[in-house]
Structure formats: structure tokens, C-alpha cells
């Protein structure tokens, strides 16, 4: 594993690609040791807003030493980023956390999932899985992104809550209609969403590894604020919380309480 | 130039520590910064037992500082003397390790068994205001403070910091409690006990509802303490709260403190510690000052 390291990044590019929804490219030496489903945290400029935005990564360009964030304008620090325009620097901390176990999936049927803002990760993921790829992806309306880029990787199903694009409801009544089955489920989205997926992985006895999210300070295992339950001891505090930040923010569904 | 400081008999390479919890025990920051270079590397809060903490969302950002209610998260003292000590005995840093506990019995329990070990100095932590028991009931009354500080010095091996709460009606009380009680040096502040509020969800933005706030928004309020204790007390004091650069570490030091310590800020920039320790050479150099010792206090009293 590479050393963590707080690096000035350059702004690439940015457009908005759906409502509140961004898509920003970054040019970063961190991009080289990035992979599917590790964030970086991004710095706000303002010093009223301190704390790093913990973004996921969507997208990594090795040769071009690029990373592409895609991110919804969730408070200050988010709208501030969406104001970057090329050549604008921004400071990154990463690269942070572990990625989807890539090796679990080799040669298997597997649903990459992804709801909302959680979509994003599923792109490097179906770049980076040598597998038989079903991707399973749930928005809120038609104002749809990433459908396109994650064509290109494998058969996309989608879901909208109100039914104006795929099948009406989420990425679970997605699985349903379209009668498609798996070995494997890896995903990121909203926690029902993540719950919903955890009790079917178990119904049909396969593996799910999920991506947490949780409110953090450090990003780096110190602070201990973006901890969940588990159901094992966790082998830094011994009390059955591991740090989403460091010892995820994917785990095993079955090794997590939420 | 002359960095080095002498706090309750032990000499650190220069004043900068790392302020509890806000660097795990050094293993995660590690990666950003070389701990040699570090006066003293002040770990998470441990306790007896492992602790579970708090449940989430545990901390919040607010203007110019966060809120956490981590609620003292730890492994208990078995496994950090295991692992943790072992880890920072390999660097040239001196080691304080900080205590907490529910009840006096579990302070003197691990402060007991750091005893044998090869530790630098406690700090014993009597201001966490997101635990419900222990902890900040012992900091926020004079008396409570003196008995605790008496029995934790009796079985104490090491040299004793006490870490005062800021939530306080009166710094000076407290300060002058724990020195008559024996303590060898004091800590200040801890946070100070905030609220923040989603309007939307209506919602509070931590599940412990109150928190610590800490950060760059504190730091007048800690200067200001820190001023007052040196005045009250005789014993050096170790200063912390917001302190982002050279010139907010130097700004304690002038207000009294004798070494400082970098908290939150270690979350935002994880070289704050470097620059502050390499910032305050640089003002020694630019005021032609030889010793580190000769700023502390040094604030011009006359209007």
C-alpha cells in the first residue's frame, strides 16, 4: 500500500452532469495508486469550513495521472468545489481507504449497485472486475448520469422512484423485474438501500460487499468519528466498531451491523 | 538555537506535542509525519477496559472548528500496552499516554499498570464532556479535582499532567486545585461543550446531542485560560486549543504555556505539527531569540 499524502491537485475539468450532480477531473500523482471504491478527501478553500469533503473515487486515468470525482452538492464545501474551473487547484488527501476485493469477483456473476450518489464507484468497478458484470443502477428521476460511461462495461438496468426511466422503485425491485440473478454483489448507495441488499445477499446465500459512508474528521484512523458496528472484534479498538475511513469503507455485508 | 523544554523533569526536543485523541497513538499519521521530529507524542485517551464509545454521527463540522462526541473509544490498557507503546518506543519522541476512566478505582487501574512501563508522563483526562460518567465530573469541581489528582499522585510513577475542562466558572480555581493536590503540570483546554442543529431534518448533528468543540474557533478562549492558570499556578502548563500555526503555538507561549499542542488541526493540514515546530524556529531566528524557554510567559504586560 502506497503512503497517504495531502497533494495539490489541478482541475482538469468540471461540468454539471444532472441536478446538483458534478463531474470533475483531477490531475494527481495519487491517481496511480487509486483503485475502485477509495476515496480521496477533498480541502475546502475557506477556512470557516476545515474539515475534508470525503469524496469516492468514480474514475482512475493511470497513464494520464487523472482521477475523476463525481459528487453532489451536499453543504458549503461541495458548492465551493463546483465553482472550480480549469487550471483551479485543489488540496487532496488520499489515497484513502481499501477499494472492492477485485480477486472475489473473478469469473463470477456479479450486480454492481449503485444508488444516487453512490453511483459513482460503480464505474471504476466495472472498468476494474474481470467478471460478468450486471450493473443495477437507482436514481430519483430521469434526470439520469453515468448511464452512459457504464454501458460500456456491461448491461445496465435501471431504477427511478418515479417510474419515468427503468423499472418504477429502486435497484432491488430492478433485480425483480428483470429476473437476473448473481454470485456476488458489490455496492454503494443510501444505507435502506445497502440494508436491503444485505438481507437478500443473505436470502440467497452470496457474498455482498457493501461502501459505508459516515460523517469523518480525519479520514486517516486517528479520530475515530466514522466508526460502524461489526459483528467481529475490530482489531484496532477491541469494541465491534471498525473505522469506515481505514478499515473500509467497503466490508462484507455480513460483517456489518446497519 | 535552544528548543528543548523541561516540563516536570522531562526534556522534550522542542514544545510541540500532539493533543489527545486527535492522533490516535501516532500510527495513523505516521505516513505524513516523521514522529522523531515530535517534542512528545500524547496519545488517544485509555482506559481500563476497552471502550465502545459513542454512537454516530460523532462529530460535526462548525465555523471554524467541529464538534465530537467520540465518547473515548479505546482498546483499554491491555491491548495499547501491547501494541501502542511498543510502536512509539521505536521513535526519539517522549511518550505521554492519557488516562480516563469512570471512576477513580479505573484511573488508578492504569495508571498503576503504566507504572512498568516505558512511559514519559500521564495526562490524566478529567474533561471529556461527551462521556456520562467519570471523566468531566471530576474536572468542573474544585474538590473533585483535588481528591482524584491526590489519589492518581500517590500511585502515579511518572510525572502527572492534569487536562482541565474549559467548562468552567473559574480557570484559576480549578488550576490552583490540581497543583495543591500535587500535580506535576497542567493541560489546557479540552473542549469546550457545543450544539449544532440540522434546521432541515431538525435534527441534531450529533447523536450525543453536545459535543466538544475544538478548533481555530477556541483558540482565543484557550489563550485567555492558559494566561490566567500561568498567573494562579507555579507548575508549567502545557497549551492547546485551535492552534493551526507557528504564531497561534507562539501566542500560548507568551501567554504562559510551556509547550503546546496541536489538536483538530491535525485533521485538516496532517503536517501542522512540522510546521509549527519549524515556524517557531523561524521566529526564534528572526527575533535573535536563543532560548525556546525565553518566550514563555514573555508577553509584555505593561498597557
Known amino acids: 500500500m502506497s503512503r497517504k499524502k495531502k497533494v495539490k491537485a489541478t482541475v482538469v475539468s468540471q461540468k454539471q452532469i444532472a441536478d446538483q450532480i458534478y463531474d470533475l477531473w483531477l490531475e494527481t500523482e495519487l491517481a496511480k495508486h487509486a483503485h475502485a ?12 469550513t476545515l474539515l475534508p469533503r470525503p469524496i469516492s473515487i468514480c474514475e482512475v486515468d493511470k497513464s494520464a495521472g487523472r482521477l475523476r470525482l463525481v459528487y453532489r452538492i ?67 428521476n430521469k434526470d439520469l448520469f453515468l448511464e452512459e460511461d457504464l454501458a460500456k462495461y456491461g448491461n445496465v438496468y435501471i431504477a427511478t422512484e418515479d417510474g419515468s426511466v427503468g423499472t418504477k422503485g429502486n435497484v ?43 460523517r469523518m474528521a480525519c479520514g486517516v484512523g486517528a479520530c475515530l468519528g466514522c466508526v460502524c458496528k461489526t459483528r467481529e472484534v475490530d482489531h484496532h479498538s477491541h469494541v465491534n466498531n471498525a473505522r469506515i475511513c481505514t478499515d473500509g469503507p467497503v466490508f462484507e455485508a455480513k460483517e456489518v451491523e446497519i | 538555537m535552544n528548543t528543548k523544554v523541561t516540563i516536570a523533569g522531562v526534556t522534550l526536543n522542542n514544545p510541540v506535542m500532539t493533543a489527545s485523541g486527535t492522533f490516535g497513538s501516532g500510527m495513523e499519521y505516521s505516513d ?63 511518550i505521554i499516554v492519557n488516562v480516563c476512566g469512570k471512576t477513580v478505582e479505573d484511573y488508578l487501574e492504569v495508571v498503576e499498570r503504566l507504572g512498568d512501563e516505558p512511559v514519559d508522563m500521564l495526562e490524566i483526562n478529567v474533561s471529556c464532556p461527551n462521556v456520562k460518567e467519570g471523566a468531566i465530573a471530576f474536572g468542573q469541581k474544585a474538590d473533585c479535582l483535588y481528591d482524584i489528582t491526590s489519589e492518581i499522585k500517590k500511585k502515579a510513577r511518572q510525572p502527572v499532567i492534569m487536562k482541565l475542562s ?33 434546521i432541515h431534518k431538525r435534527k441534531f448533528a450529533l447523536a450525543n446531542r453536545t459535543g466538544g468543540l475544538s478548533g481555530p474557533a477556541i483558540k482565543p478562549v484557550a489563550v485567555r485560560m492558559v494566561y490566567q492558570a500561568s498567573h494562579a499556578v507555579n507548575i508549567p502548563i502545557i497549551g492547546m486549543g485551535g492552534i493551526a500555526n507557528a504564531e497561534d503555538a507562539i501566542e500560548f507561549l507568551l501567554a504562559g504555556a510551556s509547550a503546546v499542542a496541536v489538536g483538530a488541526m491535525n485533521f485538516v493540514n496532517p503536517y501542522t505539527t512540522i510546521e509549527v515546530i519549524e515556524g517557531i524556529e523561524a521566529y526564534m531566528k528572526q527575533y535573535g531569540i536563543e532560548n525556546v524557554t525565553d518566550l514563555i510567559g514573555a508577553v509584555d504586560e505593561s498597557l
Open chain 1, 74 to 140: 451536499a453543504g458549503k464545501g461541495t458548492a465551493e468545489f463546483s465553482a472550480c474551473k480549469t487550471g483551479d487547484t485543489l488540496e487532496i488527501l488520499g489515497v484513502l481507504g481499501n477499494g472492492f476485493p477485485l480477486e472475489k469477483a473473478k469469473g463470477k456473476r456479479v450486480f454492481l449497485m449503485g444508488g444516487g450518489i453512490g453511483i459513482p464507484p460503480m464505474l471504476e468497478l466495472a472498468k476494474e472486475l474481470d467478471a460478468d458484470k450486471q450493473i443495477l443502477v437507482g436514481y430519483r
Open chain 2, 166 to 198: 474549559p467548562n468552567v466558572t473559574d480557570i484559576t480555581e480549578m488550576a490552583k486545585a490540581a497543583e495543591a493536590a500535587g500535580a506535576d503540570a497542567l493541560s489546557m483546554i479540552n473542549t469546550i461543550t457545543g450544539m449544532k442543529i440540522d
Open chain 1, 37 to 48: 471504491g477509495q476515496f480521496v478527501a477533498v480541502y475546502p478553500h475557506n477556512a470557516s
Open chain 2, 32 to 94: 505524513f509525519v516523521d514522529l522523531n521530529r515530535l517534542g512528545a507524542v500524547v496519545t488517544k485517551g485509555v482506559a481500563n477496559v476497552p471502550w465502545q464509545g459513542n454512537p454516530t454521527p460523532r462529530v460535526a463540522e462548525t465555523y471554524g472548528g467541529m464538534l465530537n462526541a467520540i465518547g473515548l473509544q479505546n482498546p483499554g490498557i491491555d491491548v495499547f500496552a501491547e501494541r501502542d507503546i511498543p510502536f512509539l518506543k521505536k521513535y526519539d519522541t517522549k
Open chain 1, 172 to 214: 432491488m425491485d430492478a433485480i425483480r423485474a428483470n429476473n437476473i440473478r448473481a454470485d456476488l454483489i458489490m455496492a454503494c448507495g443510501p444505507m435502506p438501500m445497502l440494508r436491503a441488499i444485505k438481507q437478500y445477499a443473505e436470502e440467497q446465500g452470496i457474498e455482498a460487499y457493501i461502501s459505508l459512508e459516515e
